[in-house]
């Protein structure tokens, strides 16, 4: 599968895991207390570490949800189809 088709159904995976946010975290909290927050927490936050960590591009390795290296390079909610450092194309293996 091309990293392109990964990113989007990972996007599709987080909209669903945001969605449901308030039905999960509640039934955490209930069942674990406040430890059950603070996992859902940490849940909630590790989808943005997922998402910049473990979609690598072939060529250079920079994610497909940033728009290059470097100081002023910003990360959107939805995969780049072409690289933004090196060019490679996402929908080709």
């Known amino acids: 599968m091309h990293l392109y088709t990964k990113g989007w159904l990972f996007t599709g995976w987080v909209l669903v895991v945001f969605v449901t946010f308030p039905w999960w975290i509640t039934a955490l909290r209930a069942a674990l207390g406040n430890v059950g927050l603070v996992l859902g927490l940490l849940l ?41 450092e090196c060019g490679h194309d996402h929908k080709t293996n």
Do not use: Q, Y
């Open 44 to 84: 909630w936050l590790s989808h943005g570490v997922i998402m910049l960590r473990l979609f690598r591009c072939p060529e250079c390795g920079l994610s497909p949800f940033v728009s290059n290296r470097g100081f002023l390079a910003w990360s959107t909610p939805w995969p780049r189809k072409i690289c933004g």
